[in-house]
Structures are given as structure tokens and as C-alpha cells.
């Protein structure tokens, strides 16, 4: 297995709902990372968990909540979420966290916050 | 934060054409890495370079770690329709404050049939 999987794809949810984006991969990769996009821009890094810990917050406001339950899976936790949030989220994951590798990212979750 | 200049920020070409664009830093990087994103999908490593001076190729695409390991380029020969899409340099800046990949802003492809 050499995927990143990431769910669900498409989410919706207004500014009160509370939702959880997932990523699981099967790889052994042990850093696990979450970037945000927005349309026409690069990725922008967001967390990393480097085995299982965290280890990179890019001063990311307080409405996202990571938890990386096992080396398998990392979630995102979205709570009162604002329009300006909306953006394509994507997981990534790597051997580890030193330079010596390139990420293998998921397909994304295309969030819109209403 | 890091900053990669990446250029063109677009280009229009047609099928069969070569392609050239090339990401430059004001610091040095240790690895450089190239990704391809189509729409609504995530970014695709294309090529990785781990040396300076390295040149490595997949196919039609070749890629060049810079000598002052603060560029690379990456050259797409004969271009098909199917290589329109974003394309993403990547790297590991020298210095290890920061453990994590930096993206360049990306360049547009599009290729005419």
C-alpha cells in the first residue's frame, strides 16, 4: 500500500458544527503532516507529528485541533470554523521527518464552511 | 518564513513543445524536490534531487539540483495534453529549524492540443 487516504472528500459545514477530517496510511511512515491550500496557491503547512508526537504548530488558530491517534492515522478536529477557512486540506506522510524524503499526500478533503 | 521564487507563474504551449521552469532561493537548500497537482487532487512527486549538480529524469521529465544548491529547474520535453496541471518545486531549506517542506507559488501549465 502506498497511498494516503483521506476522508471524506467533499465536506460542508456551517460555522457552529463541529467535524473531523481523516488520514490513514499503511506505509510505516512515521511524520505525518496537514497543509492547507487555497485555490491557485501552494500549500501551506499547517502540523506535524513525528512519531505520533507533535512536533511543528505553524501558529495555527485554535478552531484546529490535530490528534494522531496511532502511526497510522492523524486527524484534523474542526470546531466554529470561519468561511475564510474554506480551502483543500491535505494530509501528507513521510519515512520520517528528515530531509532525506519527499511526502506522499493524500487526494484532499475540499472543505466549504458556510 | 522560507521563500522559493518559482518561475514562469503560467505558460500556454503547444502539444509537442519543450517546457522549462525553474525555482530559485536566497538561501541554500538541501534537497529539492518537484510535484505535479491536477485539480482537486493532491500534489504528485514527479522527481527528487538529494545532490548538488545532481541531474535525474523520469521519462520525458529532467531536473537539476542547482551547483549553489539555491535553484533547480525542471524541463519537460515533447510535451501531451495530459501534462497540464501545477507544478510545485519543494525543499528541505539548509538550516533545521524548520523540519518541514517548502512550497514554491507554482506554475500553470497548459499545452494546446
Known amino acids: 500500500d502506498t497511498e494516503v487516504t483521506q476522508t471524506p472528500k467533499h465536506l460542508v459545514m456551517g460555522m457552529t458544527n463541529k467535524k473531523s477530517l481523516k488520514c490513514e496510511q499503511h506505509m510505516g511512515h512515521r511524520a505525518m503532516y496537514w497543509y492547507k491550500q487555497k485555490a491557485k496557491k501552494p500549500p501551506e503547512l499547517m502540523f506535524v507529528?513525528?512519531?505520533?508526537?507533535?512536533?511543528i504548530n505553524e501558529s495555527v488558530p485554535s478552531r484546529f485541533s490535530p490528534e494522531c491517534p496511532n502511526s497510522s492515522l492523524l486527524n484534523l478536529h474542526l470546531h466554529a470554523l470561519q468561511p475564510e477557512d474554506s480551502a483543500l486540506y491535505l494530509c501528507?506522510?513521510?519515512?520520517?521527518?528528515?530531509?532525506?524524503?519527499?511526502?506522499?499526500f493524500g487526494s484532499g478533503t475540499r472543505l466549504t464552511v458556510v | 518564513g522560507q521563500q522559493l521564487n518559482q518561475s514562469p507563474q503560467s505558460m500556454f504551449i503547444q502539444e509537442g513543445e519543450d517546457v522549462s521552469m525553474n525555482c530559485t532561493s536566497s538561501?541554500?537548500?538541501?534537497?529539492w524536490l518537484w510535484y505535479k497537482q491536477d485539480p482537486g487532487e493532491g500534489p504528485v512527486l514527479l522527481i527528487a534531487?538529494?545532490?548538488?549538480?545532481e541531474l535525474t529524469s523520469n521519462g520525458r521529465l529532467t531536473a537539476q539540483f542547482g551547483i549553489t544548491r539555491k535553484d533547480s529547474f525542471l524541463n519537460i520535453s515533447a510535451s501531451i495534453p495530459s501534462d497540464v496541471g501545477i507544478y510545485f518545486c519543494a525543499g528541505h531549506p539548509w538550516y533545521t529549524g524548520r523540519r518541514a517542506l517548502t512550497f514554491g507559488s507554482g506554475t500553470r501549465l497548459q499545452v494546446q492540443p
Open positions: 501528507a506522510s513521510s519515512q520520517d521527518q528528515s530531509q532525506t524524503y519527499g511526502y506522499t
Open positions: 507529528y513525528s512519531y505520533e508526537k507533535l512536533s
Open positions: 538561501s541554500i537548500f538541501n534537497t
Open positions: 534531487l538529494y545532490k548538488a549538480g
